[in-house]
């Protein structure tokens, strides 16, 4: 089947600091992953995609490369912000399975100053 | 480009109440999913529309259903409300279908049940 595992959370870190959520994936066939992130009160958005193996997705300083050997797809940011602090979810979207996500359980950071 | 709305924001119903969310998807998104969002259960796919016909299911009770019109617009329907259906429901619109599309996600409509 299809999952996503998600490194728990919450995650705290000084301003600057360098970030990484690990993720993990099982799926059927060739899924495409992605990072989203979550503000408080708000829906989700999307950060960052990648669509096949060593395709490496960026935005806004995050990043994620998809390790299809590993079956990885860890988000990393050299220099947090507090603007950062949100909840962020890896998910994945699996062939044959129409646009049904699959969703970690999701990450909450928060940067202080 | 407007995003995707959702309608209303917050419910309050009590057990056994029915509800009935809106979802407006992005202008010319044909796909409309639904996901139920708790603290305990995380993100879960409820079902999926595309060209008013459902697409894909997930592991959700008859009471849950939903529908799409002519103008892509999809409702979601809980009827005998349960306490342990209080939770955020989003919906995300898309512009086609399949593993690279990306969905563009609402504000979500948070129901409470008391």
């Known amino acids: 089947g299809n999952s996503v595992t998600q490194m728990e959370g919450p995650v705290t870190l000084s301003e600057e600091a360098f970030l990484t959520i690990n993720c993990t994936y099982t799926?059927?066939?060739?899924?495409?992953l992605f990072w989203y992130v979550q503000y408080p009160g708000e829906g989700l958005q999307l950060l960052l995609k990648a669509t096949k193996a060593d395709d490496k997705g960026s935005n806004k300083g995050f990043e994620a490369t998809y390790r299809k050997e590993t079956t990885s797809f860890h988000l990393e940011k050299g220099s947090v912000q507090v603007s950062d602090s949100a909840v962020y979810f890896c998910?994945?979207?699996?062939?044959?399975?129409?646009?049904?996500?699959?969703f970690g359980t999701g990450t909450s950071l928060t940067v202080i100053p | 480009k407007a995003g995707v709305t959702q309608t209303p924001r917050y419910l309050i119903k009590t057990r056994g109440q029915q509800v009935t969310l809106s979802c407006s998807p992005i202008s010319g998104h044909r796909s409309v999913s639904w996901y139920q969002q708790t603290p305990g259960q995380g993100l879960q796919f409820l079902f999926e529309?595309?060209?008013?016909?459902?697409?894909n299911k997930g592991n959700f009770p008859g009471r849950f259903s939903g529908r799409q019109f002519s103008n892509s617009r999809s409702e979601m329907n809980v009827s005998t409300l349960e306490l342990g259906d209080s939770a955020l429901y989003l919906c995300?619109?898309?512009?086609?279908?399949?593993?690279?599309?990306?969905?563009?996600f609402g504000a979500g409509t948070r129901l409470s049940v008391l």
């Open positions: 998910a994945l979207s699996a062939p044959n399975t129409g646009n049904q996500f699959y």
């Open positions: 995300a619109s898309s512009s086609e279908t399949g593993p690279q599309n990306i969905q563009y």
């Open positions: 529309y595309f060209s008013e016909t459902q697409r």
């Open positions: 799926a059927t066939g060739y899924p495409s």
